[in-house]
């Protein structure tokens, strides 16, 4: 099994920064995706960023600009840096870890770190 443990969250005012890092427990045999999603109260888990194992990136529109995803690999770690926070930014964030197999795709999260942005 692959455990995925956060860290970097907490509580800044709006046009603050904040980095989360995720570590996993083994390294993840290529192809893969790693990635953040965001789950605020009463809505759906969103994705924020992904990196996959070709160092292709993507971002959720509402965090292009101000997010960025990178990671790690002699240290099985994934960042996001988040700049410019507003209110809106306010969710659990989750560490995601896809392996995809010839067959199947294997999920693997991390427990959250909650972000709280005030006004």
């Known amino acids: 099994q692959v455990q995925l443990v956060e860290s970097g969250g907490g509580l800044v005012q709006a046009g603050g920064s904040l980095r989360l890092s995720c570590t996993a427990s083994?390294?993840?045999?290529?192809?893969?995706?790693m990635g953040w999603y965001r789950q605020a109260p009463g809505r759906q888990r969103e994705l924020v960023a992904t990196i996959n194992s070709g160092d292709n990136t993507n971002y959720a529109d509402s965090v292009k600009g101000r997010f960025t995803i990178s990671r790690d690999n002699p240290k099985n770690t994934v960042y996001l840096q988040m700049n410019s926070l507003q209110p809106e930014d306010t969710a659990v964030y989750y560490c995601n870890a896809r392996r995809i197999g010839p067959l199947l795709r294997y999920d693997y999260w991390g427990q959250g770190t909650q972000v709280t942005v005030s006004s």
């Open positions: 083994v390294n993840i045999p290529s192809p893969y995706y």
